[in-house]
């Protein structure tokens, strides 16, 4: 029996990396899972990974997924995408909002444009795809939400800065991060009474994805620095299946939550050896 069986999930950025584990991994555990991102087919993007090959690996092991492209910065595309969710397997149990757009730009040269674009697909498509989901979760007082967050969120604090060179670029993206994780709790606040969990989960360490090492964060899909994208996946599985009154509202890392509940018996990095942002903290 698995944790999710009968359960219909909604993951965004599902083509590639962390949001590709997650879609497996909740499918492996009986999920419904409807797998969104941009790229469709693999060579629609630059970067490996698509929705069909997600979709693909998730039937060939059993699973059940459908792949949905979207461009989830427009909220038009957002509420498509819950239709076709919902009409694939019905009202909707949990979102995992992983999806993330990112430029590493200073700030004086960051094209405004691409400052919006990022805006509307890390803080306010989240906010739509929650809106559009509580409609199915809130009447029928259950439901969970797991945004995917970042140590980005984590500031460099105050000056003077000896390597200044080592934030350069990730001022927006911080920010952004940042906000998610003060949506996490105000929205738990306000959907509590209703039954509904809201999280937040970051990785405990940088995950070597597509994107990773494209944007130089790690060196390779194998760099032993790296944390295995199977615990932020395994992650997020636990705060959409805990419930509600022992998890909403936390804002949390992978390896300390998974150490906690005694997924795993090793844990480090942010939320272990070091601490993590001030939302986690409360």
């Known amino acids: 029996m698995g944790k999710l069986d009968g359960k219909v999930v909604l993951v965004t950025g599902a083509s590639r990396g962390i949001g590709a584990d997650i879609a497996r991994l909740f499918a492996a555990e009986g999920g419904r899972v409807v797998c969104a991102a941009r ?8 970067l490996a990974g698509s929705l069909e090959h997600t979709v693909g690996e998730i039937t060939a092991a059993g699973g059940q997924a459908t792949p949905i492209a979207a461009d989830i910065s427009e909220p038009e595309e957002c509420a498509r995408l819950v239709r076709a969710a919902r009409d694939a397997y019905g ?7 992983n999806a993330a757009l990112t430029y590493f730009i200073e700030v004086k040269d960051y094209p405004v444009n691409k400052w919006l674009r990022s805006w509307a697909v890390n803080v306010h498509a989240p906010f739509v795809l929650s809106k559009l989901v509580l409609e199915d ?4 007082r259950r439901g969970s939400i797991v945004n995917i967050s970042s140590g980005s969120a984590i500031g460099p604090g105050r000056g003077p800065y000896p390597e200044p060179e080592r934030y350069a670029g990730g001022t927006c993206y911080g920010a952004e991060k940042a906000a998610l994780e003060r949506f996490t709790q105000g929205l738990a606040r306000e959907v509590y009474p209703h039954g509904v969990s ?3 989960v970051s990785p405990s360490q940088v995950v070597p994805t597509p994107g990773t090492v494209h944007h130089k964060l790690v060196r390779s899909m194998d760099d032993p620095r790296g944390e295995p994208p199977l615990l932020m996946a395994r992650a997020a599985l636990l705060l ?5 009154e022992r998890i909403t509202g936390r804002v949390t890392y992978s390896q300390e939550i998974l150490k906690e509940h005694g997924w795993i018996t090793e844990a480090r990095g942010r939320g272990v050896d070091s601490r993590g942002s001030g939302y986690s903290l409360i």
């Open 39 to 46: 790229t469709l087919r693999e060579g629609d993007h630059p």
């Open 91 to 97: 009202p909707i149990d949990v979102l995992v909002n």
């Open 137 to 140: 979760m809130i009447p029928r």
């Open 198 to 200: 809201v999280t937040a």
């Open 240 to 244: 959409a299946t805990e419930p509600c």
